[in-house]
Protein backbone atom coordinates (compact mmCIF):
# COMPACT_ATOMS: atom_id res chain seq x y z
CA UNK A 1 0.00 0.00 0.00
CA UNK A 2 2.63 2.57 0.38
CA UNK A 3 2.60 3.26 -3.21
CA UNK A 4 -0.49 5.11 -2.93
CA UNK A 5 -0.93 7.25 -0.17
CA UNK A 6 -3.65 9.03 1.28
CA UNK A 7 -4.26 11.02 4.91
CA UNK A 8 -4.98 9.03 7.86
CA UNK A 9 -7.99 11.13 9.15
CA UNK A 10 -10.33 13.86 7.95
CA UNK A 11 -13.35 15.16 10.26
CA UNK A 12 -15.95 17.07 8.83
CA UNK A 13 -19.43 18.76 10.59
CA UNK A 14 -22.61 16.88 9.27
CA UNK A 15 -23.89 19.22 6.00
CA UNK A 16 -20.44 19.84 4.95
CA UNK A 17 -18.34 19.08 2.09
CA UNK A 18 -15.34 15.94 2.42
CA UNK A 19 -12.36 16.19 0.69
CA UNK A 20 -10.15 13.15 0.55
CA UNK A 21 -7.28 13.30 -1.17
CA UNK A 22 -5.22 10.52 -2.50
CA UNK A 23 -1.48 10.39 -4.57
CA UNK A 24 -0.81 7.39 -6.74
CA UNK A 25 2.68 6.27 -8.19
CA UNK A 26 1.97 4.24 -11.50
CA UNK A 27 1.64 6.63 -14.29
CA UNK A 28 0.46 3.10 -16.04
CA UNK A 29 -2.46 2.84 -13.61
CA UNK A 30 -5.68 2.55 -15.76
CA UNK A 31 -8.35 2.41 -13.40
CA UNK A 32 -8.60 4.41 -10.06
CA UNK A 33 -10.92 3.63 -7.23
CA UNK A 34 -12.23 4.79 -4.16
CA UNK A 35 -13.72 1.92 -1.55
CA UNK A 36 -15.76 2.61 0.81
CA UNK A 37 -15.37 0.00 4.41
CA UNK A 38 -17.99 0.37 7.44
CA UNK A 39 -16.72 -0.41 10.38
CA UNK A 40 -16.54 -4.55 11.13
CA UNK A 41 -17.34 -5.16 7.20
CA UNK A 42 -15.25 -5.91 4.32
CA UNK A 43 -14.94 -2.76 1.35
CA UNK A 44 -17.45 -1.95 -1.30
CA UNK A 45 -16.63 -0.06 -4.33
CA UNK A 46 -18.30 3.68 -4.05
CA UNK A 47 -16.81 4.64 -7.43
CA UNK A 48 -13.89 4.56 -9.89
CA UNK A 49 -12.65 6.52 -12.65
CA UNK A 50 -10.89 5.41 -15.87
CA UNK A 51 -7.46 7.19 -16.13
CA UNK A 52 -8.58 9.06 -19.56
CA UNK A 53 -11.16 10.81 -17.41
CA UNK A 54 -10.64 14.12 -15.70
CA UNK A 55 -13.98 14.41 -13.34
CA UNK A 56 -16.98 11.92 -12.99
CA UNK A 57 -19.82 12.82 -11.04
CA UNK A 58 -22.50 10.33 -9.32
CA UNK A 59 -25.07 11.95 -7.34
CA UNK A 60 -23.23 13.43 -3.97
CA UNK A 61 -19.47 11.87 -4.98
CA UNK A 62 -17.45 13.92 -7.50
CA UNK A 63 -14.16 12.46 -8.38
CA UNK A 64 -11.11 14.42 -9.45
CA UNK A 65 -8.17 13.25 -11.63
CA UNK A 66 -4.92 15.35 -12.07
CA UNK A 67 -2.61 12.61 -14.11
CA UNK A 68 -0.09 14.87 -14.07
CA UNK A 69 0.28 15.33 -10.67
CA UNK A 70 -1.04 11.86 -10.08
CA UNK A 71 -3.56 13.02 -7.74
CA UNK A 72 -6.83 11.93 -6.86
CA UNK A 73 -9.45 13.48 -4.46
CA UNK A 74 -13.03 12.22 -3.64
CA UNK A 75 -15.59 14.95 -2.84
CA UNK A 76 -18.63 14.14 -0.71
CA UNK A 77 -21.28 16.76 -0.76
CA UNK A 78 -23.63 17.10 2.08
CA UNK A 79 -21.88 15.08 4.45
CA UNK A 80 -24.21 12.75 6.49
CA UNK A 81 -23.47 10.54 9.40
CA UNK A 82 -24.02 7.90 7.57
CA UNK A 83 -21.12 8.42 5.47
CA UNK A 84 -18.40 8.01 8.54
CA UNK A 85 -15.90 5.11 6.96
CA UNK A 86 -12.86 4.54 6.13
CA UNK A 87 -12.06 5.64 2.20
CA UNK A 88 -9.52 3.75 0.74
CA UNK A 89 -8.12 4.89 -2.56
CA UNK A 90 -6.71 2.23 -5.15
CA UNK A 91 -4.73 1.73 -8.06
CA UNK A 92 -5.03 -0.76 -11.03
CA UNK A 93 -3.51 -1.66 -14.44
CA UNK A 94 -5.50 -2.72 -16.69
CA UNK A 95 -5.43 -6.64 -15.54
CA UNK A 96 -6.93 -7.89 -12.26
CA UNK A 97 -3.73 -9.24 -10.15
CA UNK A 98 -2.05 -5.86 -9.24
CA UNK A 99 -4.81 -3.59 -7.07
CA UNK A 100 -2.94 -1.44 -4.83
CA UNK A 101 -4.38 0.34 -2.15
CA UNK A 102 -3.27 3.48 0.11
CA UNK A 103 -3.91 3.19 4.13
CA UNK A 104 -6.92 4.45 4.12
CA UNK A 105 -8.55 7.71 5.06
CA UNK A 106 -10.93 7.42 8.71
CA UNK A 107 -13.83 10.39 7.72
CA UNK A 108 -16.03 10.95 10.80
CA UNK A 109 -19.36 13.37 10.98
CA UNK A 110 -20.27 15.66 13.38
CA UNK A 111 -23.88 16.08 13.99
CA UNK B 1 -26.49 -17.50 0.62
CA UNK B 2 -24.94 -15.55 -2.68
CA UNK B 3 -22.35 -13.71 -2.46
CA UNK B 4 -18.98 -13.70 -0.83
CA UNK B 5 -18.25 -15.89 3.07
CA UNK B 6 -15.21 -16.24 4.84
CA UNK B 7 -15.10 -18.21 7.76
CA UNK B 8 -14.46 -18.13 10.75
CA UNK B 9 -15.21 -14.22 11.62
CA UNK B 10 -12.83 -14.39 14.42
CA UNK B 11 -10.35 -16.89 15.62
CA UNK B 12 -7.72 -16.73 18.49
CA UNK B 13 -4.93 -19.46 17.48
CA UNK B 14 -1.41 -19.88 19.54
CA UNK B 15 2.03 -19.18 17.70
CA UNK B 16 3.39 -22.44 15.87
CA UNK B 17 -0.15 -23.55 15.50
CA UNK B 18 -1.54 -24.32 11.60
CA UNK B 19 -4.49 -22.47 10.86
CA UNK B 20 -6.62 -22.40 7.67
CA UNK B 21 -9.04 -19.06 6.58
CA UNK B 22 -11.85 -20.11 4.29
CA UNK B 23 -13.40 -18.06 1.55
CA UNK B 24 -16.44 -18.88 -0.30
CA UNK B 25 -18.57 -17.01 -3.15
CA UNK B 26 -21.17 -18.35 -5.58
CA UNK B 27 -20.36 -15.68 -8.12
CA UNK B 28 -18.23 -17.81 -10.00
CA UNK B 29 -15.70 -15.24 -10.59
CA UNK B 30 -12.88 -16.10 -12.27
CA UNK B 31 -10.32 -13.98 -9.92
CA UNK B 32 -10.05 -14.48 -5.92
CA UNK B 33 -7.84 -12.46 -3.41
CA UNK B 34 -6.96 -12.84 -0.58
CA UNK B 35 -5.51 -9.22 1.68
CA UNK B 36 -4.12 -8.50 5.26
CA UNK B 37 -4.92 -5.42 6.79
CA UNK B 38 -2.87 -3.44 9.17
CA UNK B 39 -3.08 -0.27 10.45
CA UNK B 40 -1.19 2.08 8.80
CA UNK B 41 -0.88 -0.06 5.84
CA UNK B 42 -4.08 -0.73 4.41
CA UNK B 43 -4.25 -3.68 2.19
CA UNK B 44 -2.01 -5.87 1.00
CA UNK B 45 -1.97 -8.93 -1.12
CA UNK B 46 -0.79 -11.76 0.01
CA UNK B 47 -1.73 -14.24 -2.76
CA UNK B 48 -4.02 -13.97 -5.64
CA UNK B 49 -5.51 -16.83 -8.62
CA UNK B 50 -6.87 -16.61 -11.85
CA UNK B 51 -8.74 -19.46 -12.20
CA UNK B 52 -8.97 -23.13 -10.26
CA UNK B 53 -5.68 -24.67 -10.22
CA UNK B 54 -3.97 -21.36 -10.81
CA UNK B 55 -2.38 -19.07 -7.88
CA UNK B 56 0.16 -16.82 -7.38
CA UNK B 57 2.01 -14.39 -4.93
CA UNK B 58 1.37 -10.92 -3.83
CA UNK B 59 3.35 -8.66 -2.18
CA UNK B 60 3.67 -10.54 1.76
CA UNK B 61 2.90 -14.09 1.36
CA UNK B 62 5.97 -15.61 3.07
CA UNK B 63 4.48 -17.98 5.89
CA UNK B 64 0.96 -18.39 3.83
CA UNK B 65 0.01 -20.85 1.27
CA UNK B 66 -3.03 -21.37 -0.27
CA UNK B 67 -5.24 -23.50 -3.02
CA UNK B 68 -7.92 -23.54 -5.86
CA UNK B 69 -9.09 -26.84 -6.50
CA UNK B 70 -12.55 -25.41 -6.87
CA UNK B 71 -13.83 -22.11 -8.74
CA UNK B 72 -15.94 -20.91 -5.15
CA UNK B 73 -13.37 -21.68 -2.66
CA UNK B 74 -10.26 -20.55 -1.89
CA UNK B 75 -8.49 -21.11 2.02
CA UNK B 76 -6.01 -19.55 3.02
CA UNK B 77 -3.34 -21.11 5.39
CA UNK B 78 -0.54 -20.17 8.12
CA UNK B 79 1.40 -23.42 7.69
CA UNK B 80 2.78 -21.98 11.31
CA UNK B 81 1.30 -18.84 13.07
CA UNK B 82 3.17 -16.06 14.12
CA UNK B 83 2.29 -13.12 16.19
CA UNK B 84 3.12 -10.84 13.35
CA UNK B 85 0.20 -12.57 11.64
CA UNK B 86 -2.00 -11.15 13.84
CA UNK B 87 -4.17 -9.17 11.56
CA UNK B 88 -7.99 -8.52 9.86
CA UNK B 89 -7.81 -11.07 6.81
CA UNK B 90 -10.09 -10.26 3.33
CA UNK B 91 -11.13 -12.23 0.79
CA UNK B 92 -11.99 -10.90 -2.47
CA UNK B 93 -13.08 -12.22 -5.81
CA UNK B 94 -13.88 -10.03 -9.57
CA UNK B 95 -14.38 -11.53 -13.04
CA UNK B 96 -11.55 -10.88 -15.76
CA UNK B 97 -11.28 -7.95 -17.69
CA UNK B 98 -10.60 -4.31 -17.46
CA UNK B 99 -13.42 -2.91 -15.12
CA UNK B 100 -12.12 -5.21 -12.10
CA UNK B 101 -14.29 -4.28 -9.31
CA UNK B 102 -13.31 -6.44 -6.62
CA UNK B 103 -15.97 -7.82 -3.71
CA UNK B 104 -14.98 -8.00 -0.64
CA UNK B 105 -15.91 -10.74 2.06
CA UNK B 106 -16.38 -9.64 5.46
CA UNK B 107 -13.28 -10.16 6.96
CA UNK B 108 -11.72 -12.62 9.64
CA UNK B 109 -10.08 -11.22 12.42
CA UNK B 110 -7.10 -13.56 13.68
CA UNK B 111 -5.10 -13.21 16.90
CA UNK B 112 -2.05 -15.37 17.01
CA UNK B 113 -0.69 -15.19 20.86
Known amino acids: GEDVEQSLFLSVREGDSSVINCTYTDSSSTYLYWYKQEPGAGLQLLTYIFSNMDMKQDQRLTVLLNKKDKHLSLRIADTQTGDSAIYFC???????????FGAGTRLTVKP | DAGITQSPRYKITETGRQVTLMCHQTWSHSYMFWYRQDLGHGLRLIYY???????DKGEVPDGYVVSRSKTENFPLTLESATRSQTSVYFC????????????FGPGTRLTVL
Open chain 1, 90 to 100: AESPDNNNDMR
Open chain 2, 49 to 55: SAAADIT
Open chain 2, 92 to 103: ASSTSGGYNEQF
